[in-house]
């Protein structure tokens, strides 16, 4: 009973930024990893970032240098801060969480959520 809340999608134009937020809610204990994932029409989910609970960061090669991946741990949140975007980065973007619940301490389930558009477009 984990809950994935994405927003901060839409339109932009070459150059522009945006700034994607995910709140987890529900039955949580903790969150390890985070991340968010794109995938554009007809080709394959990449992953964009990832963040560790100790704030430890990792970028794709496309996106770094313009991408910051951040959390806010009190608040169970990733953003994700995009910067001089450009066309190729149009893509539904999805956000994951790896969540220890606290009905079942012993284990890490996967969450994801629903996905969020980001166009870069003239």
């Known amino acids: 009973q984990v809950q994935l809340g994405e927003s901060g999608g839409g339109l932009v134009q070459p150059g522009g930024s945006l700034r994607l937020s995910c709140a987890a809610s529900g039955n949580i204990f903790s969150i390890n990893t985070m991340a968010w994932y794109r995938q554009a029409p007809g080709k394959q989910r990449e992953l964009v970032a990832d963040?560790?609970?100790?704030?430890?960061?990792n970028y794709a090669d496309s996106v770094k240098g313009r991408f910051t991946i951040s959390r806010d741990n009190a608040k169970n949140t990733v953003y994700l801060q995009m910067n001089s975007l450009k066309p190729e980065d149009t893509a539904v973007y999805t956000c994951?969480?790896?969540?220890?619940?606290?009905?079942?301490?012993?284990?890490?389930?996967?969450?994801w959520g629903q996905g969020t558009q980001v166009t870069v477009s003239s």
């Open positions: 963040i560790t609970r100790g704030r430890s960061t």
């Open positions: 994951y969480a790896e969540v220890i619940r606290r009905t079942d301490m012993t284990n890490m389930r996967d969450y």
